[in-house]
């Protein structure tokens, strides 16, 4: 994939911010690089082509664009789904 390859790392903590923002964007080799880091530290990856190319535009400490909010309302709503089932204590 080469240059074409994209991947961005956003975090979002309310208590921090109150939206989400990018903390690491790559192409080619670091976006691998970025991919294998979360993997390795247990984060969950997900694939977007599309929503990766808008944010790959941002410089990291930028908060996402408004017109990414639904997609990555859509994906914290999964992992945050994906955690209760995974977790005793909430009955998941």
Known sequence: MGDT???VAIR?????RKVPFVTA???GALARRIVELARQH???????AS???LLARLEP???VPVESFAA???ILAL??????AHDPASGG
């Open 51 to 53: 929503l990766a190319r």
């Open 79 to 84: 992992l945050y789904r994906l955690d209760r």
């Open 12 to 16: 979002y903590d309310p208590a921090e």
């Open 25 to 27: 964007r790559g192409r």
């Open 72 to 74: 990555i309302a859509e």
């Open 42 to 48: 247990g984060l969950p990856v997900h694939r977007d």
């Open 61 to 63: 400490g930028t908060s």
């Open 5 to 7: 390859e994209v991947a």
